[in-house]
């Protein structure tokens, strides 16, 4: 089992930046890949990133290519996204999750089998 809680959510202006974190407990939190999804009202669960175990791969989807950075602190058992540049368009609830396969990095949402209960980040134009 793991356990998946996020933070950081809020209001921020066009051009600004959040760091969301997420913080997980129960398995080795080094044991497995971290990705973060966001999803938008009407709107379905979408890829964000993605990171392995170990630090050494990571995913972005092309819509934040360029302006978010995932990492990870083993040590804390904590993953990060760290936005910049926002958008109005990024404007979601972000969730974390947990991919325990070891079958490397997934985009697609059957991937991740723990998920947090999401943090809202709303941008303003």
């Known amino acids: 089992q793991v356990q998946l809680v996020e933070s950081g959510g809020g209001l921020v202006q066009a051009g600004g930046s959040l760091r969301l974190s997420c913080a997980a407990s129960?398995?080795?939190?080094?044991?497995?890949?971290m990705g973060w999804f966001r999803q938008a009202p009407g709107k379905e669960r979408e890829f964000v990133s993605a990171?392995?175990?170990?630090?050494?791969?990571?995913s972005y989807a092309d819509s934040v290519k360029g302006r978010f950075t995932i990492s990870r602190d083993n040590a804390k058992n904590t993953v990060y996204l760290q936005m910049k540049s926002l958008k109005p368009e990024d404007t979601a609830v972000y969730y974390c999750?947990?991919?325990?396969?070891?079958?490397?990095?997934?985009?697609?949402?059957?991937?991740?089998?723990?998920w947090g209960q999401g943090t809202q980040v709303t941008v303003s134009s």
């Open positions: 999750a947990a991919d325990t396969s070891a079958q490397g990095l997934r985009v697609g949402v059957k991937g991740y089998d723990y």
């Open positions: 990171i392995s175990s170990s630090s050494g791969y990571t």
């Open positions: 129960g398995r080795t939190f080094s044991s497995y890949a």
